[in-house]
């Protein structure tokens, strides 16, 4: 039996603007250091490691002031914090999991002072869920910046030795995405000379690497960025069983189209109940079409 994560943007919660804005990146260095241990929240070696925060200011996020809890998870398909209904921000996405020895941890902390905040998340020693030998691990950290937008991954020590610990993937998933699907800004190739990506449907690909131990990447929001209205499909999701949804929409829904994160399309159809069953296990984006306009959400097979 299937397990499925679903995140879903339904129109009477959904807010009212969404961001046209864009970010630049820039490959910076910085001594890794972990967070303190008295700020860890999660500590455990073999439970799904997962936890809610709440942020301690509004953090800038394509263009909106984003003040809902952060979900932390520490292992599955995507290591990822999410903002509000779907947003997210992938510093690390591989398959990874707690390790046996219980050395793996999340820790978070406030830093600085009001309008010049930090707010740091960090995955600490964590393992993978395919690496068959028990050493590999990687730690990394998220800085969301309280003033001008800017957001920082950081990376520490790594040991990623075993090729099967990337599940047939040479490296990590590194992006940003903002709740309606279409604002994205991702990293691939090599990790010393990202290139970026703006689309999961036409762009998306993984690093070829784990960063190096110190490495940063900046992501800082692009000048003359504007804030624009948002047409959405007004979709909700229910499961019905083992593989089968139903999508029901406020208006007519015209199409519905499937693709996993490389930008294949993996289903596509014009009902409202379809059938995951048939697709492998992984992260997969779900685009909606009714007369009311376009919504893009995620669906998370496991």
């Known amino acids: 039996m299937f397990k499925h994560l679903i995140s879903v943007c339904i129109l009477s919660m959904v807010l009212p603007f969404a961001s046209a804005q864009t970010y630049t990146h820039s490959l910076r260095s910085n001594i890794y250091q972990h967070l303190n241990p008295s700020v860890r929240t999660y500590k455990d ?16 996020y394509f263009g909106q002031a984003l003040s809902d809890s952060i979900i932390i998870w520490g292992n599955g398909n995507f290591a ?22 219980g050395s793996s941890f999340i820790a978070q902390t406030t830093e600085g002072s009001s309008p010049n905040r930090i707010f740091k998340i960090e995955w600490g020693n964590m393992g993978f869920v395919y690496d068959t030998l028990g050493k590999d691990s990687m730690n990394y950290q998220v800085w ?14 790594s040991s990623v030795k075993n090729p099967s610990s990337w599940n047939g ?18 990293l691939k190739g090599n990790p010393a000379a990202p290139l970026s990506y703006t689309s999961f449907i036409t762009g998306a690909g993984p690093l070829n690497s784990a960063p190096d131990a ?18 959405v499909a007004g979709a909700a999701i229910s499961y019905k069983g083992p593989g089968l949804f139903e999508l029901r929409t406020t208006a007519p829904l015209h199409a519905y189209t499937i693709y996993n994160l490389e930008g294949k399309k993996c289903l596509e159809g014009n009902t409202n109940q379809f059938s995951l069953s048939q697709l492998a296990a992984g992260m997969y984006l779900l685009h909606i079409k009714t007369a009311n306009g376009v919504e893009t959400v995620k669906l998370l097979n496991q």
């Open 169 to 186: 993937e040479n490296g990590p998933y590194v992006y940003m995405v903002a709740y309606d699907g279409t604002n994205t800004y991702g």
């Open 45 to 60: 070696s073999s439970a799904v490691m997962d936890t809610i925060l709440r942020t301690t200011f509004a953090i800038p």
């Open 144 to 157: 969301f910046y309280e003033k001008d937008g800017i957001i920082e991954y950081h990376y520490g020590p």
């Open 214 to 231: 110190n490495a940063v990447f900046r992501f800082a929001p692009a000048a003359g960025n504007a804030v624009s209205d948002l047409k």
């Open 80 to 101: 990822f914090t999410e903002f509000e209904y779907d947003d997210e921000a992938s510093v690390f996405g591989a398959e990874l999991t707690p390790r046996k020895d």
